[in-house]
């Protein structure tokens, strides 16, 4: 069985096109998309009289046509934000105060996450290829009960999935960041979920975690050090261990045949702890690129046959 594993696409309309065509590119049974589905910014389109302005890439820009404003719009979601367009009295109103561009955020994130749950019924065939996707640290607690409802998407969080005889175990929550994100807990608490997804796995043997939360000290897990401001020291040149000791000690524990993470877009490789193999994708979101890996699974044998860590 093939299996196109990717993960913190963080908005990216270009990078979910991507995902979706995986599957057929690399001919594989399944996509997994790991964590951090959606993004985290909107863009105010402001509706003048005749034309419309928007800021975006340190630009401001003025658009004359439909076909202007449609453009941005699509560069605008490439690149993981979410374009919205308002009067500017609708901008002048919204007030950090009263929760209105949270508001209005959610909104514009729901919107766009029933968009993708189209294309996707779309491209795998109206289910007949198995998506799996999952929440991340940075995805807002609506996205679950949408892609629950999804008929061709399966929502992982805290489940055992069956797939193709092996059983992928997830966990979208990740230890403590600077952010304070929305899924982020203690190390104690992260090992109480992990406890209570993995009891639920029926053959140790042909065990694959799916956690955000790549494992502390692995090289899996090694981001830009902070300063007090919290600004990369360095230039960003230092580098320092962040993932999850439960998430390690959970490996070494239970020893699944094969872990995959993401949370930690610069650590992209794989690494061996015990017997099992661990492995982190990255991701160049802002880039455009899709980061991923290729996983050929045996399922008579319960192994990894081979893997690639692919970029697209």
Same mark, same amino acid.
């Given at each position: 069985?093939?299996?196109?594993?990717?993960?913190?696409?963080?908005?990216?309309?270009?990078?979910?096109?991507?995902?979706?065509?995986?599957?057929?590119?690399?001919?594989?049974?399944?996509?997994?998309?790991?964590?951090?589905?959606?993004?985290?910014?909107?863009?105010?389109?402001?509706?003048?009289?005749?034309?419309?302005?928007?800021?975006?890439?340190?630009?401001?820009?003025?658009?004359?046509?439909?076909?202007?404003?449609?453009?941005?719009?699509?560069?605008?979601?490439?690149?993981?934000?979410?374009?919205?367009?308002?009067?500017?009295?609708?901008?002048?109103?919204?007030?950090?105060?009263?929760?209105?561009?949270?508001?209005?955020?959610?909104?514009?994130?729901?919107?766009?996450?029933?968009?993708?749950?189209?294309?996707?019924?779309?491209?795998?065939?109206?289910?007949?290829?198995?998506?799996?996707?999952?929440?991340?640290?940075?995805?807002?607690?609506?996205?679950?009960?949408?892609?629950?409802?999804?008929?061709?998407?399966?929502?992982?969080?805290?489940?055992?999935?069956? *797939?193709?005889?092996?059983?992928? !175990?997830?966990?979208?929550?990740?230890? +403590?960041?600077?952010?304070?994100?929305?899924? &982020? /807990? =203690?190390?104690?608490?992260?090992?109480?979920?992990?406890?209570?997804?993995?009891?639920? *796995?029926?053959?140790?043997?042909? !065990?694959?975690?799916?956690?955000?939360? +790549?494992?502390?000290?692995?090289?899996?897990? &090694? /981001? =830009?050090?902070?300063?007090?401001?919290?600004?990369?020291?360095?230039?960003?040149?230092?580098?320092?261990?962040?993932?999850?000791?439960?998430?390690?000690?959970?490996?070494?524990?239970?020893?699944?045949?094969?872990?995959?993470?993401?949370?930690?877009?610069?650590?992209?490789?794989?690494?061996?702890?015990?017997?099992?193999?661990?492995?982190?994708?990255?991701?160049?979101?802002?880039?455009?690129?899709?980061?991923?890996?290729?996983?050929?699974?045996?399922?008579?044998?319960?192994?990894?046959?081979?893997?690639?860590?692919?970029?697209?």
């Amino acid at each position: 069985m093939k299996v196109f594993f990717a993960t913190d696409i963080h908005g990216s309309e270009i990078c979910w096109r991507k995902f979706l065509n995986a599957a057929a590119f690399y001919k594989a049974d399944m996509v997994i998309l790991g964590g951090d589905v959606t993004g985290k910014v909107l863009v105010p389109i402001l509706a003048m009289p005749g034309y419309w302005e928007v800021s975006f890439g340190g630009q401001r820009m003025r658009l004359e046509t439909k076909t202007e404003l449609d453009e941005i719009q699509r560069k605008i979601r490439d690149r993981g934000s979410y374009p919205s367009v308002m009067a500017p009295e609708e901008l002048d109103a919204l007030s950090e105060e009263d929760g209105s561009v949270d508001r209005r955020f959610t909104l514009e994130m729901t919107r766009g996450l029933d968009r993708w749950l189209d294309m996707a019924d779309g491209k795998l065939r109206g289910g007949d290829i198995p998506c799996i996707l999952n929440g991340g640290n940075d995805d807002i607690w609506e996205i679950d009960d949408i892609i629950e409802q999804s008929p061709c998407v399966s929502f992982a969080e805290s489940k055992v999935l069956d *797939i193709g005889g092996f059983y992928l !175990a997830s966990m979208g929550w990740t230890n +403590p960041t600077p952010w304070n994100t929305f899924r &982020e /807990a =203690p190390e104690d608490v992260l090992a109480t979920k992990i406890d209570a997804v993995v009891s639920q *796995i029926p053959d140790m043997g042909r !065990a694959v975690f799916n956690f955000h939360a +790549p494992p502390y000290g692995t090289g899996l897990d &090694e /981001a =830009p050090a902070l300063d007090e401001n919290m600004r990369p020291t360095h230039g960003g040149a230092v580098m320092k261990p962040v993932g999850s000791k439960a998430v390690r000690e959970a490996i070494l524990k239970y020893e699944p045949m094969l872990s995959v993470h993401g949370h930690i877009h610069e650590s992209r490789g794989t690494a061996k702890l015990g017997r099992t193999l661990s492995m982190n994708p990255g991701s160049s979101y802002t880039d455009g690129v899709l980061q991923g890996a290729v996983l050929d699974l045996n399922e008579k044998k319960g192994k990894v046959n081979r893997y690639l860590l692919v970029n697209g």
